[in-house]
């Protein structure tokens, strides 16, 4: 053995990686584990494998990996966590715009789905019950919003808002689309009534 190179005593080739000189090493450490002199010799012929590369990396003949170059970098990055998206909005509108529960959601559309078919489906000559149902919508859509805040005055201004843009829009819609209205007998009033109902539920769960 003594007549052998570092190489040959590891069981590697002079073109070994260093990862194949490691495990060599590890292996061979572990077979003689008893044999002090054996574990000498091979601890010495590893110390002059890394001499001689050591030697060839300054002769510019062999690249060292970058793990053994930079251990640094093996350590753990830091985890990264994803930034919450930038609301680029105005201040003022991120004040009135909420982000609604189901409850938000859900109670509203119960309620004003109910006065819709009170609205669509109650028979009477003169549509006396349209101002009922509207003055309950109203009613409801100041309840929704004022849960939200307790902020009375800013939910009855809300709500008239809505009732003026619903009457608006539904008067809007409605006109262009009598005929339709009329082969589903459906009056304009009642279809304006139905979509202001709509614009007060998208304001008492949107808005705060």
């Known amino acids: 053995m003594s007549d052998q190179n570092p190489y040959e005593k590891l069981g590697v080739t002079e073109d070994a990686s260093f990862d194949e000189i490691q495990e060599a090493k590890k292996r061979i450490m572990q077979q003689y584990r008893g044999d002090q002199k054996v574990l000498d010799t091979m601890e010495a012929a590893y110390d002059a494998i890394i001499m001689d590369r050591l030697r060839m990396r300054q002769e510019g003949k062999i690249k060292v990996p970058e ?14 966590f994803p930034q919450p998206p930038v609301n680029n909005s105005p201040a003022w509108l991120q004040r009135m715009l909420d982000t609604p529960t189901r409850g938000d959601l859900l109670w509203p559309a119960v309620s004003f789905l109910l006065l819709g078919g009170m609205t669509a489906f109650y028979r009477a000559p003169d549509n006396s019950l349209l101002p009922l149902t ?24 809300l709500s008239l808002v809505g009732l003026l843009a619903g009457l608006g829009l539904g008067t809007l819609l409605g006109n262009p689309l009598d005929a339709q209205l009329d082969s589903i007998s459906l009056e304009t009033e009642k279809f304006t009534t139905l979509v202001t109902f709509v614009v007060f539920w998208l304001i008492s769960s949107f808005l705060r």
């Open 67 to 80: 793990r053994i170059r930079f251990p640094e970098r093996l350590s753990q990055a830091p985890p990264s």
């Open 134 to 157: 509207l003055a309950l919508g109203f009613g409801c859509s100041i309840y929704f919003i004022n849960r939200k805040e307790r902020q009375f005055g800013r939910a009855v201004l």
